[in-house]
């Protein structure tokens, strides 16, 4: 155990604070068991080493783990937490879980049989606690973590501390917003920046690798994570990649299932069953026609790929600026809102607002006869009653 806390020690002392994500403020760190997931690169292990250095420092009452440590070759969990409470531990953070065999399992116990002891773990978007052979999701606190926000971009470059808002305070007041932040930065030029890098919070540690970086990751989500929770072969999770490159080179993808599945050579079923591995893993977004009753194997009505970075970095050409505007938008409103596909517009938030996204020339046409009926419009800097500029919307998380 003492290679585990050498580590621990290191990692807490290279930890630096730039920049503080804002579910750090939300995280109720007092309860018992946390879990966190979320895709590869988002900042999970900085959000917990920060935590640790920020309320323990060197205190020895708190030890951070990743679990594909080595030590878990020859090791239980079970025996770390023993070990770990006898010498005065009280603060267990586990990272990469997932990684880990019946780590669900082990996890309860320690939490039934050392109530002494607190745990936060993260885990890969991939995990669901509902399914598992150990039910944690009525014991816990649970959270998803996602990329940056375009406010978050914005705080993190600008050294601002801009606040969340909701859709409805956007929808009223996104005029008076505009101009109280005016003098402040130039919303396009930062947006356009934000479109290109700001999702992943290394953005600045990879300047000049950073598209090789984020196809390392969508690898390594398919190859890991996806195969550890779902046990596809090799031959399965080319097929997957395979799906995912023809998603990526037409996005907004509408999906023919049956060409689809002769193009890919997989049926039906296992065709639907990938692109929900692919949503699950944050890898691509869905949009359904209705949230309500969405079967297992139900069709999607549009795929888009998670953030405008994968765009970037997985389209062969430059990626269409009608695809980056909905790609946006969506990626930002589904974090509290529901999303669903209409044939008026291009979303339905919470069965109550339309939004068509455009250009500063797109007007209300294809939105006639809808009611709450609104325009996210990109390239302007301020808008006026129901025409909302798109980057507005990055504030919603």
Same mark, same amino acid.
């Given at each position: 155990?003492?290679? &585990?806390?050498?580590?621990? &020690?290191?990692?807490?002392?290279?930890?630096?604070?730039?920049?503080?994500?804002?579910?750090?403020?939300?995280?109720?760190?007092?309860?018992?068991?946390?879990?966190?997931?979320?895709?590869?690169?988002?900042?999970?292990?900085?959000?917990? !080493?920060?935590?640790?250095?920020?309320?323990? $420092?060197?205190?020895?009452?708190?030890?951070? +783990?990743?679990?594909?440590?080595?030590?878990?070759?020859?090791?239980?969990?079970?025996?770390?937490?023993?070990?770990?409470?006898?010498?005065?531990?009280?603060?267990?953070?586990?990272?990469?879980?997932?990684?880990?065999?019946?780590?669900?399992?082990?996890?309860?116990?320690?939490?039934?049989?050392?109530?002494?002891?607190?745990? +936060?773990?993260?885990?890969?978007?991939?995990?669901?606690?509902?399914?598992?052979?150990?039910?944690?999701?009525?014991?816990?606190?649970?959270?998803?973590?996602?990329?940056?926000?375009?406010?978050?971009?914005?705080?993190?470059?600008?050294?601002?501390? @801009?606040?969340?808002?909701?859709? $409805?305070?956007?929808?009223?007041?996104?005029?008076?917003?505009?101009?109280?932040?005016?003098?402040?930065?130039?919303? %396009? +030029?930062?947006?356009?920046?934000? !479109?290109?890098?700001?999702?992943?919070?290394?953005?600045?540690?990879?300047?000049?690798?950073?598209?090789?970086?984020?196809?390392?990751?969508?690898?390594?989500?398919?190859?890991?994570?996806?195969?550890? =929770?779902?046990?596809?072969?090799?031959?399965?999770?080319?097929?997957?990649? *395979?799906?995912?490159?023809?998603?990526?080179?037409?996005?907004?993808?509408?999906?023919?299932?049956?060409?689809?599945? /002769?193009?890919?050579?997989?049926?039906?079923?296992?065709?639907?069953?990938?692109?929900?591995? &692919?949503?699950? =893993?944050?890898? %691509?977004?869905?949009?359904?026609?209705?949230? *309500?009753?969405?079967?297992?194997? *139900?069709?999607?009505?549009?795929?888009?790929?998670?953030?405008?970075? @994968?765009?970037?970095?997985?389209?062969?050409?430059?990626?269409?600026?009608?695809?980056?505007?909905?790609?946006?938008?969506?990626?930002?409103?589904? *974090? $509290?809102?529901?999303?669903? @596909?209409?044939?008026?517009?291009?979303?339905?938030?919470?069965?109550?607002?339309?939004? /068509?996204?455009?250009?500063?020339?797109?007007?209300?046409?294809?939105?006639?006869?809808?009611?709450?009926?609104?325009?996210?419009?990109?390239?302007?800097?301020?808008?006026?009653?129901?025409?909302?500029?798109?980057?507005?919307?990055?504030? &919603?998380?």
């Amino acid at each position: 155990m003492e290679t &585990l806390i050498l580590k621990h &020690l290191k990692k807490i002392a290279q930890v630096n604070f730039p920049f503080k994500r804002e579910i750090a403020e939300r995280i109720h760190w007092k309860e018992r068991i946390i879990g966190i997931k979320g895709q590869r690169g988002v900042g999970k292990t900085t959000l917990l !080493l920060q935590q640790i250095r920020h309320n323990f $420092n060197n205190d020895k009452s708190a030890l951070y +783990v990743s679990l594909d440590d080595l030590y878990f070759s020859e090791h239980k969990l079970v025996e770390l937490a023993e070990e770990f409470i006898a010498r005065g531990g009280k603060y267990l953070f586990l990272d990469e879980v997932h990684r880990y065999p019946n780590w669900t399992i082990e996890i309860k116990n320690i939490y039934d049989d050392f109530p002494e002891l607190n745990i +936060v773990f993260t885990g890969s978007s991939m995990f669901h606690l509902n399914n598992s052979k150990a039910d944690l999701s009525r014991r816990m606190a649970y959270y998803t973590m996602p990329g940056l926000s375009l406010r978050e971009y914005i705080n993190f470059s600008l050294n601002k501390t @801009y606040t969340v808002m909701s859709l $409805n305070e956007i929808i009223k007041s996104h005029t008076d917003f505009a101009l109280s932040i005016r003098n402040e930065f130039k919303p %396009i +030029v930062l947006f356009q920046d934000y !479109l290109k890098q700001g999702y992943f919070p290394f953005y600045n540690e990879y300047k000049m690798t950073f598209y090789q970086r984020i196809e390392e990751i969508i690898n390594t989500t398919i190859d890991i994570d996806i195969m550890y =929770s779902k046990g596809l072969n090799t031959a399965g999770l080319m097929k997957m990649k *395979q799906l995912l490159y023809v998603i990526a080179q037409s996005v907004p993808f509408k999906p023919n299932i049956a060409k689809l599945s /002769e193009r890919i050579g997989v049926n039906r079923n296992t065709l639907i069953t990938y692109i929900k591995h &692919l949503e699950d =893993s944050g890898i %691509i977004n869905t949009l359904y026609a209705s949230i *309500q009753g969405i079967g297992i194997l *139900q069709k999607p009505e549009k795929i888009y790929l998670e953030n405008t970075c @994968y765009n970037y970095a997985l389209c062969i050409k430059e990626p269409e600026a009608g695809t980056l505007r909905e790609t946006f938008f969506l990626s930002h409103l589904k *974090q $509290n809102n529901n999303v669903t @596909y209409t044939d008026k517009g291009d979303f339905i938030i919470d069965d109550k607002y339309f939004f /068509e996204v455009g250009g500063k020339n797109k007007g209300f046409k294809q939105l006639k006869g809808a009611s709450n009926a609104y325009i996210a419009v990109d390239n302007i800097d301020m808008g006026i009653d129901k025409k909302i500029p798109l980057w507005v919307l990055g504030f &919603l998380y």
